[in-house]
């Protein structure tokens, strides 16, 4: 895309503001985008619109943000901790590797779910913007990073196939789970929710011949 700016100047943009009022107003500006990047899309969202539903003045979006592609990079920031769900062991409330599996699975996919719009046009704009496909990209090898861990300490527990690459293995079994819920929450294809946990975890636990309470 001509006249995206580089990886580094989205990613670093400008410090936070440190009044709460400054706080409140930018974060009324990232809401707004978010509404107006998912009624009109990326490539038609206007910076004009996203002020107009945040009840702000034109000049103050500057004041917090330089351009269309910071504030969407914002956007996504505000949603990334929780696509992640970095604490789900503790929801799981167990160290039993299927149940937290299942709630891996279960977390993720209620996310994906209440973030479809968002997700797809990240899917889309990824397509057409370096700098939002490296994004993307970070996001994979993020949820990848943290599989890998725990599928390498359960193979130091030796309750997973000891002979599995744990860093392939996960991108290919996370990628299945990413996919599965783009065709669940973006193109539409109806599947219970909770049949969908289910099938995803026993497909988790039989690729990495986790034993369970059939198979012990």
Excluded: C
């Excluded at 937290?100 to 057409?128: C, D, F, K, P």
């Excluded at 293995?169 to 669940?184: D, I, K, P, Q």
Aim: proline fraction near 4%.
């Amino acid at each position: 895309m001509a006249g995206t700016p580089s990886p580094k100047s989205v990613a670093e943009g400008r410090e936070k503001p440190r009044t709460s009022r400054g706080l409140r107003t930018r974060a009324l500006l990232v809401t707004a985008a978010r509404t107006v990047f998912e009624r009109d899309g990326y490539l038609d969202a206007r910076l004009r619109d996203i002020t107009e539903e945040a009840g702000t003045a034109a000049g103050s979006f500057y004041t917090y943000f330089s351009s269309k592609e910071e504030i969407f990079a914002a956007v996504l920031e505000d949603v990334q901790e929780e696509m992640l769900h970095p604490h789900v062991r503790a929801m799981a409330d167990t160290d039993d590797p299927v149940a937290v599996i299942e709630a891996s699975n279960r977390a993720y996919l209620s996310a994906y779910r209440r973030n479809a719009a968002l997700m797809a046009l990240l899917e889309q704009v990824s397509t057409i913007d370096e700098y939002f496909r490296d994004v993307r990209k970070r996001r994979v090898q993020a949820f990848a990073r943290r599989n890998a861990e725990s599928v390498a300490d359960l193979q130091r527990r030796g309750l997973v196939d000891p002979e599995l690459d744990p860093e392939l293995a996960t991108a290919a079994l996370s990628a299945m789970v990413s996919r599965t819920a783009y065709t669940a929450y973006v193109l539409g294809e109806e599947y219970d929710f909770e049949h969908l946990v289910s099938t995803l975890t026993r497909l988790w636990v039989n690729a990495l011949r986790i034993p369970t309470a059939t198979t012990a």
